[in-house]
């Protein structure tokens, strides 16, 4: 710390007179006092404090939005895939995949993929997608186009020019992994700010979050894009950047307009895109050859997502497989369990209950309950839906709704029983 008299110095003789007189008036001050305090009003003065000199805002002359393209040839393979195979991929296969038929009718041809690099993950009119990455197939190569806004106060412009691509490239449908609960919500809310209407509303729109959700829960423990890119595709991102790193690299960037820290970030949106496209892919050729997976888990999945197309037929069958080649009981069990629903649908249930058997095995309840409600209602044998009434109440564990109804069951069962033998009585007599 420099000595008052040094500082004093600096303002000069003249100055301090004429300031001092201006401090006459302060209560209370004693003359060093006064003295600190023009030092103080001078340092002010030149923008300084405590001896630092305030750094002036770095004020950067650059376009609203840069425009970055990537391109990944047809014969790229990834894993079991190759990029090239999309040309010959059939609709039907995304409309089982997506659960809709309106996907059935589209041009394989025209489907973007997308993906956001944002501000945050908190959602809301503070959270930016700063970067908009589109992913689609282009003469020989799926390329990849990422818009990135270089200047938050020109939004504006910045969505322009996505709606004109949009518009340049006659998309039929829009492919996205947690889209639906997280971009399309947080980029509509960008459009409506700058009064604008979001055009990839008028896509039909497959969030593969879901079907990938169906398809490798029984077999990763994380349904996340990286990790399904890497498990099944080969695809590493060991030199990746943290994504919770993201919002304060592109920060640094606007501050100091530094383009090697956003690079890292470009770089991890285009690979997130060609991921998204290949694993797709993938799952669209598990539907055309089973044999391509891996594990018994995936076959148990493509049988859900028939099911719930409303593919029955290939949904039994593909129940059917996992049940035969599942080397794990929880596998195997929900491939009976959803096989059993299937055929008492078809009204076999002779063959339902060879399954609800197994099940019961396993203390299943609901198996439990459907031997029970077949003896009492197809077979008419009272005594033997008795038997497996009691037979759950000893070995399985209950909740109270499921106890009381169990017992209101085997109630209900012992007064026809009664009756029976009543009836039995009186024919006798």
Known sequence: MRKLHDRLKEIGPKRIHKKLNGLDNADGLTTREKLEKLVLQNLKRKGLTAGRRREAPVVVDREPFLVKDFFYPREGRYGKVRLGDWYALQPEALAIISGSSAFSGL?????????????????GTGTIPFMLG???????????????????????????????????????????FNGKAFDFPLLETRYILQRRRMPLLDLLHLDFLFPARTLWKNTFDSRKLGYLGEMLLGLSRADD???STIPALYFNFLRHNDFSVIEPIIEHNAMDLVG?????????????????????????????????????????????????????????????????????????????????????????LQAFREISVHYEHRERNYYQAVEIVEKALGSVTLSPSQQQDLE??????????????????????
């Open 276 to 364: 998204l496209a290949a694993v797709v892919l993938l799952g669209a050729r598990y539907l055309d050859d089973y044999k391509l997976t891996g594990d018994e888990g995936e076959i148990l999945g493509l049988g859900l997502l028939c099911e719930r197309a409303g593919l029955l037929e290939k949904a039994e069958a593909y129940y059917r497989i996992a049940k035969d080649v599942s080397g794990r009981n929880a596998v195997s069990e929900q491939a009976v369990r959803r096989l059993s629903v299937l055929l008492k649908k078809k009204k076999l249930y002779i063959e339902a209950m060879t399954l609800w058997e197994i099940l019961s095995g396993t203390n299943d």
């Open 107 to 123: 041009d394989i041809h025209k489907v973007l993929f997308f993906d956001t690099e944002t501000t945050g993950l908190a959602g």
């Open 241 to 243: 950047i943290d994504a």
């Open 134 to 176: 589109f992913g689609f197939f282009s003469e020989q190569v799926f390329q990849v186009k990422i818009f990135l806004l270089q200047d938050l106060d020109r939004e504006g412009e910045f969505l322009a020019a996505v709606d004109e691509f949009l518009k340049t490239g006659n998309f039929s449908a829009i492919v996205t």
């Open 408 to 429: 209101k069951r085997l109630q209900r069962l012992r007064q026809k029983i009664a009756k029976l033998e009543e009836i039995d009585v009186t024919c006798d007599v």
